[in-house]
């Protein structure tokens, strides 16, 4: 893997699942997932609706209890880590479902990110240059905002702190394409300048392994298959997510 402008280097282990299971009172959902994902890379995991890819990001995070293995994060064990501290240490989400006070304006969903408003300029800026429309339109409800504008400024908002790891949910879902072009961009860029790692799930297929250097299909909870990006990647992807 290469090493990224800004001067930040490729190539360490980053975040590793080691058989991981985990799920909900009794019932277990993602099942014996091992997975190691390195400093710089974007890793897709993609597979149809409820076979636990939610489940396993906020398994990741700390939300969601594991059953059995570990998760590391530059080596070090998540365990009993609470999401937020994970989240301030570098870790940025951008969940999929209702992330935004939809009362609060744009300002205020992104205040509520920082720890003080005089940091709002300095981690605005980057955000800010993906989507434009931010900047232009602060005081405006995120509530009245599209779905596609909405995506846009979850994902803004899970940038603010300057991750080193981002851990996307369905960020393309339900989008026109023009938008998915520009998250493409951003995502992007997020690796390539500032070397930020990148996690995403996704259905969406095309977006996906347009962004992704590696990827997994999750099937019941479980990886079916995974691999990196070769001619014949596509057409192996879309077998397993066949009805
Ligand atoms: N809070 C919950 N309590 C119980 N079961 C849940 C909960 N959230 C999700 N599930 C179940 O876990 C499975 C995986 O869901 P999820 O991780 O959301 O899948 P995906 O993100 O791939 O669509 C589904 O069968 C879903 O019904
Ligand atoms: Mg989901």
């Given at each position: 893997m290469r090493d990224g402008s800004n001067g930040w280097k490729a190539g360490d282990d980053l975040l590793k699942l080691s058989a991981v299971s985990s799920g909900y009172g009794a019932v277990t959902i993602v099942k014996d997932i091992s997975l190691t994902i390195k400093r710089g890379e974007i890793f897709a995991v993609m597979g149809k609706n409820g076979m636990g890819k939610t489940t396993l990001l906020k398994t990741i995070l700390g939300f969601i209890e594991l059953k059995a293995g570990d998760v590391t994060l530059e080596g070090a064990s998540l365990r009993g880590v609470a999401p937020a501290k994970l989240i301030a240490s570098g870790v940025a989400y951008a969940p999929q479902d209702q992330p935004l006070f939809q009362d609060l304006s744009i300002r205020d969903n992104i205040r509520l990110a920082l720890r003080s408003d005089r940091e709002f300029k300095n981690a605005s800026e980057r955000a800010f240059s993906y989507f434009p429309f931010l900047r232009d339109r602060?005081?405006?409800?995120?509530?009245?905002?599209?779905g596609g504008e909405q995506k846009m400024l979850t994902l803004a908002r899970s940038l603010m702190h300057q991750p080193k790891m981002l851990l996307v949910d369905e960020v393309s879902e339900g989008l026109q394409p023009s938008v998915v072009d520009r998250i493409a961009a951003a995502l992007k860029n997020e690796r390539d300048a500032n070397g930020v790692t990148i996690l995403m799930v996704e259905q969406n297929l095309d977006f996906a392994l347009r962004v992704a250097d590696r990827w997994a299909i999750l099937k019941l909870g479980a990886i079916d298959d995974q691999g990196g990006m070769e001619s014949n990647t596509r057409e192996r992807v879309l077998e397993h997510l066949k009805i």
């Open positions: 602060l005081g405006q409800k995120a509530g009245t905002l599209s």
